[in-house]
């Protein structure tokens, strides 16, 4: 049993409602509605009028949003690799 299971009584995961999704991800609650509308947000659950996001479909939903990797040895800032000027 992991720490998650142990800490909730009915075994299921924690959910998030829209403000703490929001807060979490540091958008304006009015974003997340955005993406919903738009089909660009994580999954969610709708129970009656409430809106609750599963972690797991959270975290499943920011790996897709992920940028990939830089290539090796690239520069990752404007003017990396330059010599100061001066």
């Given at each position: ?14 959910l ?16 997340i ?8 947000g ?9 809106i609750?996001?599963g972690?797991?479909d959270?975290?499943a939903?920011m ?16 003017g ?7």
């Amino acid at each position: 049993m992991n720490e998650e299971q142990r800490s909730n009584p009915h075994g299921l995961e924690p959910l998030l409602n829209i403000d703490e999704l929001a807060g979490y991800l540091g958008v304006p609650v009015s974003t997340i509605y955005d993406w919903r509308t738009n089909g660009k947000g994580p999954r969610a659950y709708r129970f009656g009028k409430r809106i609750m996001f599963g972690i797991t479909d959270i975290r499943a939903w920011m790996d897709t949003m992920r940028e990939p990797a830089a290539p090796t040895g690239a520069a990752t800032f404007p003017g990396a690799g330059e010599g100061a000027r001066g």
